[in-house]
């Protein structure tokens, strides 16, 4: 899985609004994601996505290149905790075991 952050929101009717989950998964359609997750909380969309890639080794390899692209991009998840680069764009990473500790929306899930 990989996890995907900074995605843009504006408010709208009294609530956070922002791409649908199909909308990300056609902007990351070269990592072939088998599904997106948007994560909401009662004021709407969080601004992060879930995204699942195969359980096999294609799968793998698709969830290697997501990461590798936001790392390269300077956008990979050093950049998110460190927040220096202006936080702009969409961050992105694989998550692992401390992901799910996180006390957020991304703990959450």
């Given amino acids: 899985m990989g996890v995907l ?18 909308r990300l998964k056609e902007q990351l359609s070269r990592f072939c994601p088998l599904k997106v997750t948007a994560l909401w909380n009662s004021r709407g969309h969080t601004g992060t996505a879930i995204i699942e890639f195969g359980n096999d080794w294609s799968g793998f390899g698709n969830a290697r290149a997501f990461e590798s692209y936001f790392m390269t991009e300077g956008h990979g998840k050093r ?6 680069n202006g936080y702009s764009g969409l961050l992105g990473w694989v998550a692992m075991d401390e992901d799910t500790s996180i006390r957020d929306q991304l703990g959450a899930t």
């Fill in 5 to 22: 952050v900074n995605v843009p929101t504006k408010w709208e009717d009294g609530r956070q609004v922002g791409a649908s989950a199909n």
């Fill in 79 to 84: 950049d998110w905790k460190k927040k220096e």
